[in-house]
């Protein structure tokens, strides 16, 4: 919780800061005024289990989430590659991922297995984790990337965004943040860059051109707060939302015996944890949140439009 | 119905033409009568979904199976692997696994996607299905095989006996059936042939040596039965079963989301399916035929002993 509230007022400073200067806000190049409040409120994980991709295409549908990012490498990805496919103006991302983290239940890379010695365990699989002595090599992280980008696009995937499943390519070191914006560009798609992950990660600023889009901050649920106080956080969040471009980052699944088993090892990001995000973002006590406090719902897909548009002369 | 009857019947034929030579039949071998009737009851595809685990280990608790055989390549491979690590008596073997047969979950290879080309489709999972234009090398599938053995070596299972998913490696053609053989030897393992499939592929009793084991039949549900029907074609099988040896494969798990999902563009061995056979070979009917038909129940670990018993002097 802590840390969360630290988080936010951290942002508000950044954004304070960048909203004096001379240049348009990104709320005013997506079309709104300085002080508009703009949301995305987007799921993670998709492809990984059937439980998250029931539960996101059912919050997409009825409007709990406007966003979602897929995990290309998963054993679920072709269903909801398929459901992308035919909702063509869903806005879906590639949550490009690099390790496999659970114990029961786990995948492989997309590239070829020994095209990328550095990110695969003795089995195969991604790694559980990363420990100081593992080497992760950045140019077997550009061949998975560009593999799992790649295999989206043959499966009729047209993504409007990239991210990184447990923000391995944004806070590990610049070559690997370096990898995934390479990787943007080349496909003209807008990466995930939130200003209040700078402080904490200076090679971010340094590393970005003026052609990238940078929001101004990511609210997302961290371990150690107790369930009952779950709504209270979101809550507060929405109450105390400054101006400017905030993503929720969250993670949407039924706690059934699919998600059960396949987090069954620790309660974190389980099954459980994504039931709370389902119920909170499914509730009509969200959608007054938004209207109350005046928050606007912006996707990715606009926010690429801005990246791609040409300079004002 | 009618191909199943016919196949039963075809069998006894075999059975009884091989129990009239001079050696000993294979249920000798194991220490019964020559008029004993013994049946492995094996259950599939575990490592495919949680439920196809959940259920099946339910199954093998319970004595409605004793016997099990497991695919490396699925997602859900670590979690019975490490259930097979904790009960080293289980009679599992490997259900080496060429295909990955459904639409909206899919998996690849163990072996590197590139060196197992033939093997795979243009997003890198194991082919959706073979057809006559799709050459599958020989080589390939050896690659694989020995791939799928190693990884299963390396996560703690100890195999008790080889088969092959869908029948691929058993059906297809002598090729095939010479590399399962080959990695059977080399891991001295049994590998599932029974007498009953000779007439429909020759190659099979022309391939195989004096160390391969052979038994009598393998009784499966084939497409095409009403579901009212299923017990009645399960009870009839036992209460005709011939003196041999005996395997009855079925597919367990449970009609939840998970496996409704996994299943849904087909029935044919779908979640509804598989929970019919859950549920005849959970139910005391199935325990009262065996007892009335005095049908005695061994596994492939015995079989096992047999193949690698020093020849009698």
């Known amino acids: 919780m802590k840390r969360c509230v630290l988080l936010v007022s951290a942002l508000c400073t950044a954004f304070s800061f960048s909203s004096q200067g001379q240049e348009k806000t990104l709320q005013e190049k997506l079309g709104y005024p300085r002080d508009a409040k703009l949301l995305i409120v987007h799921a993670d994980d998709l ?45 879906f991302g590639l949550h490009l991922t690099l390790t496999s983290e659970r114990v029961y239940y786990r995948w492989g890379p997309a590239a070829p297995l020994d095209k990328v010695p550095s990110l695969v365990d003795a089995n195969g699989y991604l790694h559980h984790d990363w420990s100081a002595e593992t080497h992760i090599d950045p ?34 070191n610049k070559e690997l943040f370096e990898v995934i914006l390479r990787v943007g560009h080349e496909n003209q798609l807008p990466v995930l860059i939130p200003r209040g992950w700078f402080a904490e990660f200076p090679f971010l600023e340094k590393t970005i051109t003026p052609n990238d889009v940078v929001i101004d901050q ?3 649920m961290e371990p150690g707060l107790a369930p009952e106080k779950w709504n209270d956080l979101y809550r507060d969040a929405l109450n105390h939302l400054p101006p400017g471009v905030t993503e929720f980052v969250i993670h949407l699944a039924y706690a059934d015996d699919e998600m059960k088993a396949a987090t ?9 944890w994504r ?23 912006i996707t990715w897909r606009e926010i690429g439009r801005v990246m791609n548009a040409k300079p004002e002369k």
């Open 47 to 91: 492809g990984v289990t059937h439980s998250v991709n029931a539960a996101s295409i059912k919050a997409l549908e009825s409007g709990g989430i406007n966003s979602a990012s897929l995990m290309v490498p998963c054993p679920w990805f072709p269903e909801i590659a398929d459901y992308a496919k035919s909702h063509p103006d869903a806005d």
């Open 139 to 172: 140019k077997d992280v550009e061949t998975e990337l560009r593999a799992q980008v790649a295999k989206a696009l043959a499966m009729g995937v047209k993504p409007t965004h990239l991210d990184s499943h447990q923000n391995r390519l944004f806070q590990t």
């Open 218 to 220: 990511v609210i997302t």
């Open 264 to 272: 069954r090892e620790r309660a974190t990001w389980g099954a459980e």
């Open 275 to 297: 039931q709370r995000d389902f119920d909170f973002f499914s509730s009509a006590a969200f959608q007054r949140l938004l209207r109350e406090n005046n928050i606007h719902l």
